[in-house]
Structures are given as structure tokens and as C-alpha cells.
T-cell receptor
Framework: EPEVTQTPSHQVTQMGQEVILRCVPI?????FYWYRQILGQKVEFLVS????????KSEIFDDQFSVERPDGSNFTLKIRSTKLEDSAMYFC????????????FGPGTRLTVT | LAKTTQPISMDSYEGQEVNITCSHN???????ITWYQQFPSQGPRFIIQ???TKVTNEVASLFIPADRKSSTLSLPRVSLSDTAVYYC?????????FGTGTKLQVIP
């Protein structure tokens, strides 16, 4: 069964450093998403991406964040200058169709900012 | 975006059927009802989606009455491994909003 993969599983970085989180969505999916979940809190939507463009983004997704699909398989989330409050699990998801809440999530990357 | 209300937590014994109800009084015509499951430190997992009446797959059933103002996720014969948080989501756009969900604890 195809699945979304994410690397690394755990990333530790110092405040102010740039991090890039990587995702490989399911191969025939066209819609891609990033979410985050701070420990003990809700899953929060960050951004959706389709046809090499951001479709929607939340208030959390400020200028420190960017997304890219550098090739036909990878989907990345970059945080330019990490803050302590960026520590969270980051989940990538993909969907075969737009407007659908049928999304398939990856296992997540645990980001720890020290 | 339709707001959903579901119980914060539920307990069930192994082997029992569990029904988790979600109310969504202001559901819009185009909205689908979707349920996810999440284990600790894992990504949410899509369980089932429906628009009206009943939908069944190998994992669960989803019952939606005619007015669509509520829905019930039914898990047949739960096991300890079904202990998780279950989220009810209502909408049809790309900006998925997760609530706090229902924490299901299955007891031996």
C-alpha cells in the first residue's frame, strides 16, 4: 500500500538555524499539505500546495516558512530561522483530489529547537 | 467552516462495539464528513468519509441521518489497539481544521 514518507524522523536544531523537512507524497496524488502538532495540542494546518503553488495557508505560515516541490517526488517545508516555539511534530499529507478531507499523512518529523 | 462537537473521551471494553457521535448543526450542502484516527506520536490516519446515509469499509461504519446534522462512527468489536484519538471533520476545502477529538480508551 503506498504511503507518505518523511525525513528525518527527528531533527534537533539551534534557535536561529534553518531547517528543511522533507516529504515524499503518494505518487499519483496532486495535493500536498503540511501540518504541525505541538506536544499535547491540536493538529494545526499550515499550508496546502497544488500545481507548484500555495493554495491556502494559515496564520502560522508566516514569512519564516516556505514550501517547495523541487522535483517530481519531494515536497519540502523550510523554516528559515527557527524559534523555540517551532518545536513540534510536523506532518506532511497528500490527497488525490481537491476539496477533499481524504488526506494521507506521513509519520511526521519531530523538530526540537534548543 | 462547520463546527463539530464530539465527546472528549470514551471508555470501552475489548470486544464491544463503540459508537462515537459528532454533531455538526451548521453543515453546508457541499460538506463531506470525515473521520480520522490518531495514535500518540503518529500522523492522523484517514478512516472513513461520507456524505449521507451509511458508509462501511473494512475498518468502520459511518452513519449519517437525513438532516446530516450529526454523524456516528461505529467501530465493531474494538481491541486494545483501537485506543486512540478520533477526529470528526466537516468541510470540503483544503484547509482542514482538527478539533480536540474523542480520546477512546479500550479496556481489557
Amino acid at each position: 500500500e503506498p504511503e507518505v514518507t518523511q525525513t528525518p524522523s527527528h531533527q534537533v536544531t539551534q534557535m536561529g538555524q534553518e531547517v528543511i523537512l522533507r516529504c515524499v507524497p503518494i505518487s499519483n496524488h496532486l495535493y500536498f499539505y503540511w501540518y504541525r502538532q505541538i506536544l499535547g495540542q491540536k493538529v494545526e494546518f499550515l499550508v496546502s500546495f497544488y500545481n507548484n503553488e500555495i493554495s491556502e495557508k494559515s496564520e502560522i505560515f508566516d514569512d519564516q516558512f516556505s514550501v517547495e516541490r523541487p522535483d517530481g517526488s519531494n515536497f519540502t517545508l523550510k523554516i528559515r530561522s527557527t524559534k523555540l516555539e517551532d518545536s513540534a511534530m510536523y506532518f506532511c499529507a497528500s490527497s488525490p483530489r481537491t476539496g477533499s478531507y481524504e488526506q494521507y499523512f506521513g509519520p511526521g518529523t519531530r523538530l526540537t529547537v534548543t | 467552516l462547520a463546527k463539530t462537537t464530539q465527546p472528549i473521551s470514551m471508555d470501552s471494553y475489548e470486544g464491544q462495539e463503540v459508537n462515537i457521535t459528532c454533531s455538526h448543526n451548521n453543515i453546508a450542502t457541499n460538506d463531506y464528513i470525515t473521520w480520522y484516527q490518531q495514535f500518540p506520536s503518529q500522523g492522523p490516519r484517514f478512516i472513513i468519509q461520507g456524505y449521507k446515509t451509511k458508509v462501511t469499509n473494512e475498518v468502520a461504519s459511518l452513519f449519517i441521518p437525513a438532516d446530516r446534522k450529526s454523524s456516528t462512527l461505529s467501530l465493531p468489536r474494538v481491541s486494545l489497539s483501537d485506543t486512540a484519538v478520533y477526529y470528526c471533520l466537516v468541510g470540503d476545502n483544503q484547509k482542514v481544521t482538527f478539533g480536540t477529538g474523542t480520546k477512546l480508551q479500550v479496556i481489557p
